[in-house]
């Protein structure tokens, strides 16, 4: 079992940045991927964007395509979200998860879930 903690969240202005980190237990954390999500109120959450075990590919939703990167450092056993370009749309609660296996766009193949953390963009 692998245990996540979201950090970083916080209010800031359209266009600027944010970086959030995912911080995993376990000494096998590059065994998992990890996926990003977020939910906004009123709304599913949706799928952000994923990487793999190594950390070699990534996916990412188009509507944050261009804006956001992932990438981990998994001697450090984290994920980060860079967040660039922010726009009030991408307020929500974010969310990290990791599976074993291949990185998935879908919320289902995700075991493990971190609590979230939230992200305010204004205007």
């Known amino acids: 079992q692998v245990q996540l903690v979201e950090s970083g969240g916080g209010l800031v202005q359209a266009g600027g940045s944010l970086k959030l980190s995912c911080a995993a237990s376990?000494?096998?954390?590059?065994?998992?991927?990890v996926g990003w999500f977020r939910q906004a109120p009123g709304k599913e959450r949706k799928f952000v964007g994923s990487?793999?075990?190594?950390?070699?590919?990534?996916d990412y939703a188009d509507s944050v395509e261009g804006r956001f990167t992932i990438s981990r450092d998994n001697a450090k056993n984290t994920v980060y979200l860079q967040m660039n370009s922010l726009q009030t749309d991408d307020t929500a609660v974010y969310y990290c998860?990791?599976?074993?296996?291949?990185?998935?766009?879908?919320?289902?193949?995700?075991?493990?879930w971190g609590q979230g953390t939230q992200v305010t963009v204004s205007s």
């Open positions: 376990g000494r096998t954390f590059s065994s998992y991927a």
């Open positions: 990487i793999s075990r190594g950390g070699a590919t990534t």
């Open positions: 998860a990791a599976r074993e296996g291949l990185k998935s766009s879908l919320s289902p193949m995700y075991r493990y």
